[in-house]
């Protein structure tokens, strides 16, 4: 059984003394505009620990002076790494999915515009933002024309450089359609069995930076279509939601939409945002409307992901079939996808980085 490390210490860590927990809690705040709540305590006594045991420190009061110090300076982004929540999943709160498909592309092709800037701003460990990409390469083809592309953000370096490598565990695709899976990952073997690799075909979409959401000015040269913002305004109070989603809007294009948690309601900004249902926004006063959102038949509707298993699944049943030893092998005799010529030129969002430089787009 794992150790519990809370307030009132244990093996791992010492007592975090309610004084501890309040400096902890407002410097948090005054950084990253995450409002911790009071019953969060045992919460970040139990991941400050470790840095504790790291520096040989005694109290959260000592490490926390060593934060505010910059001794060293790359421990206030270890602080924030920390207490930062990372909870993703592959094709997470699908449906929101089903309307960048049904509802976002239609109305943008109906407008004769191919041309789609999406930014998730907060990426996690890279789930959404591959959804995104596969999202995209499925319905808005570069054969056909199209010129999309995804700004993948988040505050915490540590799960940012994971969704850049864009590496999991077999286990955690569970939710992705068979079909999707063999199409745009490749399946580890020898050293990486149990692994999946997304494919140069998702990779080119997505450009990976380090934004902090209450910094100003955001380092941004667009104005997207979409964005996602999913289960990350719970964690502000409101006067930072309101600053955060007002500068969403001024990042919007007039027509754009916005994506929010499933928990998360913003109807007193009914004068900015309004509500589409199913925490899905548009910018009031758009002078496009939305088309209905297109019924597709059973055959062609993205197919039910399979319960996850219990156990490791037999990677053959996934449609990833094993042709090497030591490496990402293709799921597939052919070859991979070659990169669009309608790149963006100069303008286009440069190579992913983790490091913190302007993302532009043509």
Same mark, same amino acid.
């Not at 059984?1 to 244990?10: I, K, L, T, V």
């Not at 916005?258 to 109807?267: A, C, M, Q, T």
């Given at each position: 059984?794992?150790?519990? *490390?809370? +307030?009132?210490? &244990?093996p791992n860590g010492p007592a975090m003394r309610e004084e501890e927990f309040a400096a902890i809690r407002q410097y948090l705040y005054d950084e990253t505009g995450i409002s911790l709540s009071a019953g969060k305590r045992d919460m970040a006594c139990s991941r400050l620990a470790k840095r504790l045991r790291h520096f040989g420190l005694n109290s959260y009061s000592a490490y926390l002076r060593k934060v505010q110090d910059g001794d060293p300076p790359t421990e206030r982004q270890e602080f924030i790494n920390c207490l930062t929540t990372n909870k993703t999943d592959f094709f997470r709160e699908p449906h929101h999915f089903d309307f960048l498909r049904d509802t976002v592309i239609p109305q943008l092709r109906a407008s004769g515009r191919k041309r789609l800037r999406l930014w998730c701003a907060a &990426? +996690?460990?890279g789930e959404e933002p591959y959804t995104l990409a596969m999202t995209l390469r499925e319905h808005c083809p570069a054969s056909e024309g199209w010129d999309a592309r995804i700004l993948a953000s988040d505050i915490d370096t540590s799960v940012l450089a994971h969704a850049e490598r864009g590496v $999991?565990?077999?286990?955690?695709?569970?939710? %992705?359609?068979?079909?999707?899976? *063999?199409? $745009?990952?490749?399946?580890?073997?020898?050293?990486?069995?149990?692994? %999946? +690799?997304?494919?140069?075909?998702?990779?080119?979409?997505?450009?990976?930076?380090?934004?902090?959401? %209450?910094?100003?000015?955001w380092p941004i040269r667009a104005q997207f279509d979409v964005i996602f913002c999913r289960n990350v305004v719970i964690y502000f109070d409101r006067d930072t939601q309101h600053k955060l989603l007002t500068r969403f809007a001024a990042q919007l294009d007039p027509n754009g939409f916005?994506?929010?948690? *499933?928990?998360?309601? %913003? *109807?007193w900004l009914a004068d900015t945002f309004a509500p589409l249902g199913s925490t899905v926004y548009k910018m009031r006063g758009g002078t496009d409307t939305p088309p209905p959102a297109r019924t597709l038949p059973r055959s062609a509707a993205r197919p039910e992901a399979a319960p996850r298993p219990a156990r490791r699944p037999r990677l053959r049943s996934r449609g990833l079939r094993k042709t090497s030893t030591t490496s990402f092998s293709?799921?597939?005799?052919?070859?991979?996808?070659?990169? +669009?010529?309608?790149?963006? &030129?100069?303008?286009?969002?440069?190579r992913a980085s983790t490091t913190r430089k302007r993302a532009s787009v043509g």
């Open positions: 059984m794992a150790q519990r *490390h809370d +307030s009132e210490g &244990s &990426s +996690s460990t $999991y565990d077999l286990d955690r695709a569970g939710d %992705i359609p068979p079909a999707m899976l *063999h199409k $745009y990952f490749l399946r580890g073997t020898g050293a990486k069995a149990g692994k %999946i +690799s997304a494919r140069p075909e998702l990779r080119e979409l997505l450009t990976f930076r380090q934004i902090n959401l %209450i910094e100003e000015p916005l994506f929010l948690g *499933h928990s998360e309601n %913003i *109807h293709a799921t597939s005799r052919r070859r991979a996808a070659r990169p +669009s010529s309608r790149r963006c &030129s100069a303008r286009a969002w440069p």
